[in-house]
């Protein structure tokens, strides 16, 4: 295009940053956006929020925070597509021990200090990861605050805080938020089932994973390969490894074909009763 004397406008720089930054070429949005500024054309929030966004799924979460401090000194104020891409970043970011959870929650004070209302996504990124890092009263914090502020939480949010209950073993707060999640109707799905019934099979409570497993079929959903290898374990776990043999055929017979992991764990819980042969 340029060889052929046509200069490329900013429609032409945005449209490529934003299929590189899709793609994993970060490094090389980056250079188009300096090369931009070389030219330049005029830099908004949206190209910077997307290439804050590459680097975010990147991994790349130093240079994000980076690239978005330099926003405020060109005059250009984040947005709340800038704020959910940095705070879903920090927190999957797996570096727990640098502060980045510190991070998420400071940079959502400071979201809601400039009146920008989050919305689903930023309350789902922190509750997910509070929940998985064992910090389950904050969990309930970002919760409460998301529903006093008028926004309805939706499957993600109710999933991400009965894992963080099932984390820790604390069933009776696992089905509290299940049953506040259908009374506020919203529909449980398999996920929702299989994170609740693993969690009661860790627990030993096989009684209520196999109460659970039956409602599945109750309210027409499907149990996977996954819940029944959760079950399985949890039936070896407590000493049943004919109904956990028998829970197997029934499986095949439902049409869902044993993994490598379900052959692990029937393997395993066996071993452990004394069923050698």
């Not at 060889?3 to 970060?26: E, R, V, W």
């Not at 090369?35 to 190209?47: D, I, P, Q, S, Y």
């Not at 997910?128 to 605050?145: H, R, S, W, Y």
């Not at 599945?216 to 407590?238: E, F, Q, W, Y």
Request: include cysteine.
């Amino acid at each position: 295009m340029e060889n052929k004397g046509y200069k490329p406008n900013a429609i032409t720089y945005a449209t490529i940053i934003n299929a590189l930054c899709k793609s994993g070429g970060t490094s090389v949005a980056i250079e188009l956006l300096r090369k931009m500024e070389e030219a330049n054309f005029e830099l908004n929030v949206e190209m910077y929020s997307t290439v804050i966004d590459g680097l975010c799924k990147d991994k790349m979460v130093n240079e994000a925070l980076e690239l978005s401090s330099e926003m405020p000194r060109k005059g250009i104020h984040p947005n709340l597509v800038t704020y959910n891409s940095l705070i879903h970043g920090l927190c999957n970011s797996g570096r727990w021990e640098e502060g980045m959870i510190t991070k998420a929650k400071e940079m959502f004070d400071a979201m809601i200090h400039k009146r920008i209302v989050p919305n689903v996504v930023t309350y789902n990124s922190l509750i997910d990861t509070l929940g998985k890092e064992g910090m389950l009263t904050e969990a309930i914090e970002v919760f409460d605050g998301m529903i006093q502020s008028g926004i309805e939480p939706d499957l993600v949010t109710y999933n991400s805080l009965i894992d963080g209950y099932c984390l820790q073993n604390k069933m009776e707060g696992a089905l509290k938020v299940f049953n506040l999640m259908l009374a506020r109707e919203c529909s449980p799905s398999v996920i929702s089932y299989t994170i609740l019934i693993h969690g009661y099979c860790n627990s030993k409570q096989i009684d209520e994973a196999s109460s659970l497993y039956q409602e599945m079929s109750k309210n027409r959903i499907i149990p996977d390969v996954v819940i029944h290898t959760a079950l399985l374990g949890g039936l070896c776990r407590v000493g049943r490894p004919h109904a956990a043999l028998e829970l197997l055929h029934k499986m095949r017979d439902c049409g869902q074909h044993p993994n490598l992991q379900t052959y692990a764990i029937l393997l395993d819980g066996l071993f452990k009763n004394q069923q050698l042969s």
